[in-house]
């Protein structure tokens, strides 16, 4: 009998996590010494290992803090070959243990790079190998019993062609030997279709199930159960600790420990996932699958007096909907950033918690009568959902979670969406992760300021451990210089933007392209693309404009091939991106990469600051502006041949007394002030 994996953080320990028996210093020293496996990486067809003492160090401190069961964390520059480093111990410690490591990481990039490039070639360099999995949430996999459900209610008529011909696509590639995992699907199919034939929290009937031997989503959770090291994201890893206790299955195995790489990112993905996040199209997509008054099709569309009751129900729902999130945008409208901070409750009447509970009723009803155990689990699983919309929208109404912040933004295509954060995110990650059950480790390339990690050890509530910063491998020096112009208009003069554009023209031109324009919001971005986009003609370089209709990767795909090809590029290019060689070589700084203090989260921490006696600017603000800055100047040299250069177009460098923290910040280089 399988067993399923022990729900995570429940308050007795792991059970081996603790046990500190496991002496893995030795090996690891060894792995990474003058006899390294690695040496002979080459003739087995992989990349030249090139020995790097920092490596060898990052290693060893892992390996001393998963022994002795403390946390750590752990600045690891580029170059210096991190995943190695905690990929080494972490095996070895999982290989004496009887529960997995997670490593989690932010970026579908970095997991692809440790699941298909980096495990592969340690499987065969460490002594008797180790098994890795990758763990995705449920959604990404066919539920075998909904697909065929839904299947026979497409039949009933009770979807629209467009949906039914979606389920049929999935069935059809399932029937082909399809192997359930969305991302091998090779064709794509509309939200709806998918969302009837998924795995789904609370929509799963587990052993019970008759499926239960095939299923797709039950398979891959038992290559976690036998797996050394399990690979997931940091959304996974929070969700599962918000849910944790809510579901009768723990969205991730019991681990003996954690690593976390691009930790930087912890902070804010802990508050989005333990948060609440409600909009308009998300909430009325899921009652029109139990009824659409506009198309007369749902779940609900046919089916006695219970039917009847609840496709008035949900009419009327759809119609409150409407007049909720009308109120709310009516709030918005006149906003210029889009968003809206509530600091009492009361700003707009609680139309919908109510009437969900009765409909949640209704469905009790309807399920009750039902004597299909298919069709009885899948209508649970609809009470379930308009219970956790009912208490959502209750909390968020009548904020009702202590020390949230709460908001509502304009969301893309004008679409409204609500906002409840935690304020304070230490209590919950100290109750969860660094909390003596397992070492947790923490690393990333950045998290320093001002050459201390304290800031970012203290933003997290990080305890019980070490914090290290490694040297860098590179030399700086010979491969980088900064250049900062002396005479740009400061960001609220109105010559701005022309001033910016004479900048771009002027660096891009010295690197003939080959660069990334970092800005720090869409509105500039557009603007700064729409003026150069002759220069960029003339010049024969390409242009790449970050909103234009190609996604990240497809960009940075174009932005690899064309080597002269400049991107323009606002929030997420100024970290996880990764381009070596010549086609980087220039970065350009636009503006200081200052949050935005009216920000509804931003100006909630602000506040929590300096009531404690602190300095919002020098204690947040501040921090976390110097560490999105080393963040985009590093995206520069990603490798020891790596050479370019920087410019600064933001003249707040210079003239302002905090423009010395940034610089000190940047790593030992030329920098050359120009006229
Ligand atoms: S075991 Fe759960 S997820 Fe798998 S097919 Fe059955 S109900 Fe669906």
Same mark, same amino acid.
């Given at each position: 009998?399988?067993?399923?994996?022990?729900?995570?953080?429940?308050?007795?320990?792991?059970?081996?996590?603790?046990?500190? =028996?496991?002496?893995?210093?030795?090996?690891?020293? $060894? +792995?990474?010494?003058?006899?390294? @496996?690695?040496?002979?990486?080459e003739k087995h067809g992989y990349p030249k290992y090139e020995e790097r003492p920092q490596q060898r160090e990052m290693a060893l401190n892992i390996a001393t803090a998963?022994? $002795?069961?403390?946390?750590?964390? /752990? &600045?690891? @520059?580029?170059?210096?070959?991190?995943?190695?480093?905690?990929?080494? @111990?972490?095996?070895?410690?999982?290989k004496k243990h009887s529960l997995p490591v997670i490593v989690s990481t932010e970026t579908i990039n970095l997991q692809e790079q440790l699941v298909h490039k980096d495990i592969p070639v340690l499987d065969k360099m460490i002594e008797g190998g180790f098994k890795a999995a990758l763990a995705k949430g449920r959604s990404h996999y066919v539920c075998l019993r909904r697909m065929h459900f839904a299947q026979e209610k497409a $039949?009933?008529?009770? #979807?629209? !062609?467009?949906?039914? *011909? *979606?389920?049929r696509d999935v069935a059809r590639w399932i029937s082909g030997g399809g192997e359930g995992d969305r991302s091998q699907m090779g064709f794509q199919t509309d939200p709806y279709s998918w969302s009837m034939v998924c795995c789904e929290t609370g929509n799963c009937m587990g052993p019970k199930c008759q499926h239960y031997r095939d299923c797709f989503y039950w398979r891959a959770r038992r290559t976690w159960d036998e797996a050394d090291i399990v690979v997931t994201n940091h959304a996974l890893l929070f969700t599962s600790i918000k849910v944790a206790g809510s579901s009768e299955y723990s969205l991730l195995p019991e681990s003996c420990a954690i690593v976390f790489d691009e930790a930087h990112t912890i902070e804010n993905e802990a508050s989005s996932h333990c948060g609440l996040r409600l909009n308009k199209l998300g909430f009325e997509s899921f009652l029109r699958k139990l009824f659409d008054p506009d198309k007369s099709r749902g779940i609900f569309f046919k089916g006695g007096t219970a039917g009847i009751e609840i496709r008035a129900a949900v009419s009327n729902i759809l119609e409150l909907s409407s007049l909720y999130f009308n109120s709310i945008d009516n709030i918005i409208h006149d906003r210029k950033d889009g968003t809206t901070r509530f600091r009492n409750p009361g700003f707009v009447q609680d139309l919908l918690s109510e009437e969900l509970s009765s409909l949640s009723k209704?469905?009790?009803?309807?399920?009750?009568?039902?004597?299909?155990?298919?069709?009885?689990?899948?209508?649970?699983?609809?009470?379930?959902?308009?219970?956790? +919309?009912?208490?959502? #929208?209750?909390?968020?109404?009548?904020?009702?979670?202590?020390?949230?912040?709460?908001?509502?933004?304009? *969301?893309?295509?004008?679409? =409204?969406?609500? #906002?409840?954060?935690?304020? !304070?995110?230490r209590e919950i990650l100290g109750e969860n992760l660094f909390n003596g059950q397992r070492p947790v480790v923490l690393t990333s390339a950045t998290l320093s300021v001002k050459k201390s990690l304290q800031y970012f050890c203290g933003r997290i509530g990080f305890a019980a451990g070490e914090s290290v910063m490694l040297d860098t491998v590179f030399d700086y020096a010979s491969q980088m210089k900064i250049y900062i112009p002396k005479d740009i208009a400061p960001p609220e003069h109105q010559n701005y933007l022309d001033e910016l554009c004479d900048g771009i023209r002027r660096y891009v031109s010295r690197t003939h392209g080959k660069a990334f324009v970092l800005f720090t919001n869409f509105e500039h971005l557009r603007a700064c693309a729409e003026k150069l986009r002759d220069f960029f003609k003339e010049k024969g370089i390409t242009l790449l404009v970050h909103g234009d209709g190609l996604d990240r990767t497809r960009m940075l795909d174009k932005f690899r091939k064309d080597v002269d090809s400049v991107i323009f590029g606002a929030a997420s290019f100024w970290s996880g991106v990764d381009v070596p060689g010549e086609s980087l070589s220039n970065v350009i700084i636009t503006k200081l990469p200052f949050l935005v203090p009216s920000h509804p989260l931003v100006e909630a921490r602000s506040e929590t600051i300096?009531?404690?006696? *602190?300095?919002? +600017?020098?204690?947040?603000?501040?921090?976390?502006?110097?560490?999105?800055?080393?963040?985009?100047?590093?995206?520069?040299?990603?490798?020891? =041949? !790596?050479?370019? /250069?920087?410019?600064?177009?933001?003249?707040?460098? =210079?003239?302002?007394?905090?423009?010395?923290? #940034?610089?000190?910040?940047?790593?030992?280089? &030329?920098?050359?002030?120009?006229?």
């Open positions: 009998m399988i067993m399923l994996a022990k729900k995570p953080n429940t308050a007795e320990p792991a059970a081996d996590a603790t046990a500190n =028996t496991a002496n893995i210093t030795p090996l690891v020293e $060894k +792995f990474f010494g003058t006899e390294s @496996p690695l040496r002979n990486a998963l022994e $002795k069961g403390e946390n750590l964390c /752990i &600045e690891a @520059p580029t170059g210096i070959g991190k995943s190695y480093a905690y990929l080494v @111990p972490a095996a070895l410690f999982a $039949k009933e008529e009770l #979807f629209d !062609d467009n949906v039914a *011909g *979606g389920i209704l469905i009790q009803k309807a399920c009750e009568l039902e004597s299909d155990e298919n069709a009885s689990t899948e209508l649970k699983s609809y009470i379930m959902k308009t219970d956790a +919309f009912a208490n959502e #929208f209750h909390n968020f109404t009548c904020m009702t979670l202590e020390n949230h912040v709460y908001w509502a933004e304009r *969301g893309e295509r004008g679409k =409204t969406e609500l #906002f409840a954060a935690p304020l !304070d995110i300096e009531k404690e006696g *602190g300095s919002s +600017f020098t204690d947040y603000q501040l921090p976390e502006a110097i560490l999105r800055f080393r963040q985009g100047i590093g995206r520069l040299i990603r490798t020891k =041949t !790596d050479r370019g /250069i920087v410019a600064i177009l933001d003249s707040r460098i =210079t003239k302002k007394s905090y423009g010395k923290a #940034f610089l000190s910040s940047i790593p030992e280089c &030329e920098v050359i002030k120009e006229e």
